[in-house]
């Protein structure tokens, strides 16, 4: 019984494994999306990490998590770090071209703008500090 | 694209139901209790004739009056995500009755199936279901009649301030 049971644990287990690496191919596919589309957004480059964030007016998440997280993080790195906002209602041609399916939706950029990392929904402060830190 | 009247769709609703959806199957799976799963059917079937999210009561009533999820209010047509639940109910029906006759392998599969498709929605915010839905509008299939939110792809999440 107890075998049987972990067999089917594993199994559980092995299948969410898949989704997840899917998931991942998904954004690594997003990512190198972004990758050709950096050079229009950001022209020139600034040399230092940038977040390409992508919100709306009325995106409730975006105001109450996002936005402050986005400015702590400012606070905190100062003019190390490079925030791109984007309001995906005013230009739904770039929320396209990125890939942008909700908000918020951040794209991590290193100092050479390639796209290294993309949260879908909400990044917390301690998550965006540990991408920047490995970009 | 036609005139429509988009309503006041809250995604947190969804989410809950999605999150229960996808939990509980992966419960039943790991026990092999094919009960459990005719129970997820039994509530989204539930969930499909009321009109609401089939866990949707558990957000309502708990979770968002402790503000342990914050309602997230979208402009959208509720119709795609109706007639996905009822999708998701016609496969976990079909995957009880499966189970029930012994058909572990089309049973499991179907059931797995809707915990890709919950998982694909409440993580990915797409919905299979509404593009399903949104295809068939297109078609010109009788009571399929919405298009998706202005901007919005067909069954992805719609952008906040969306308009019809």
Not at chain 1, 73 to 83: P, S
Not at chain 1, 92 to 104: E, I, Q
Not at chain 2, 127 to 153: D, E, H, I, N
Request: proline residues 6%.
């Amino acid at each position: 019984m107890s075998s049987e049971l972990l067999l089917r644990f594993a199994w559980a287990v092995g299948i969410i494994f898949l989704g997840v690496s899917a998931y991942w191919l998904a954004n690594q596919f997003l990512l190198s999306r972004a990758k050709n589309n950096v050079s229009s957004l950001l022209h020139p480059l600034p040399n230092k990490p940038v977040i390409v964030y992508f919100t709306t007016p009325d995106c409730a998440p975006c105001k109450t998590v996002q936005r402050p997280a986005l400015e702590k993080l400012t606070k905190l790195l100062g003019e190390k770090l490079h925030v791109v906002e984007i309001d995906a209602t005013e230009r739904p041609d770039l929320a396209k071209t990125w890939g942008v399916m909700s908000v918020p939706t951040t794209f991590l950029l290193n100092a050479r703008g390639e796209a290294r990392y993309v949260n879908n929904g909400v990044a917390r402060v301690e998550k965006l500090m540990e991408q920047i830190q490995t970009l | 694209m036609t005139s429509q009247t988009l309503q006041k769709v809250d995604h947190s609703a969804l989410k809950t139901n999605q999150l229960f959806i996808i939990f509980l199957n992966i419960l039943a799976f790991i026990l092999n209790q094919p009960i459990l799963t005719a129970f997820v059917a039994f509530v989204m079937g539930i969930g499909a004739v009321l009109k609401t999210p089939g866990f949707g009561f558990i957000y309502k009533s708990i979770l968002k009056p402790r503000g342990w999820m914050k309602p997230d209010v979208l402009n959208d047509n509720p119709e795609p995500h109706r007639f996905s639940q009822i999708i998701g109910f016609a496969f976990l029906l079909a995957g009880s009755i499966a189970l029930f006759l012994g058909s572990a392998g089309l049973g499991w599969t179907l059931v797995w199936i809707v915990i890709a498709l919950a998982s694909l929605n409440a993580f990915g915010g797409f919905c299979v279901g509404c593009a399903v839905y949104y295809w068939l509008a297109r078609l010109g299939v009788p009571s399929f009649g919405k298009q998706p939110p202005a901007g919005t792809t067909p069954g992805a999440k719609p952008k906040a301030g969306a308009t019809a």
